[in-house]
């Protein structure tokens, strides 16, 4: 197993985390790791991951602000995760503000497509809450940080990381993520507190 296919299954598990959170919303099918291919040679040092995330029928037929702000965190989610694996949660606890203050310390790579997300959404999210960017990210990010700072989530992201690695396909259907969670003990911890996890940002 090569560094980069650990990082981008942790990438891939934080969007998936979020999912979970913010599941009245969306629903997440499945998380797969594929190796890159170039010019017909497989790259097996180069891995790309998706968590495959689908919005609810009610949230694609009336999407509210709140459920744009969730994609928008839910995009967030895989860089933030896989940062905090790579620079560890111990450093990340103690210089929080270093690196919510300052994105060019946090290593970007596999935050493409995430980001083109992102863009598309954010700038009716600035215009709404009449902010800038540089604010409305540093709200979001403490917000996906302060989840995974969380041990019973940041243990969930880690345990599905090696689930996932653990597949001969490097793929998890849905039904075998959510067995995995109930397995865990993570759906009862998520349905205990999600309203308060939720409220640190959409308290109404």
Known sequence: MTDQLKKNSIHECGHALFAKLFE?????????????????????DGWNGVAHIKPRPKTIANPTIENKDKLIISMWGGLVAQNIHLKGRSDFKKNINKYIFNTELLDTTGFTGDWEIII???????????IPYSEYRIGLMK?????????????T????????????????????????????????????????????????
């Open 24 to 44: 009245e919303d969306f629903e997440l099918i499945s998380i797969t790791m594929t190796p890159e291919i170039h010019s017909n040679q497989i790259d097996t």
């Open 120 to 130: 598309k959404y954010a700038p009716e999210q600035l215009q709404i809450r009449n």
């Open 143 to 155: 917000f996906a940080f302060d989840y995974f700072f969380l041990d019973e989530v940041w243990k």
């Open 157 to 204: 992201i880690e345990s599905l990381s090696e689930l996932v690695l653990s597949k001969d396909t490097l793929t998890l259907s849905q039904s075998e993520i959510e067995e995995h969670f109930e397995m865990i003990g993570f759906n009862k911890f998520i349905n205990e507190n999600r309203e308060s996890i939720l409220n640190l940002r959409y308290k109404k």
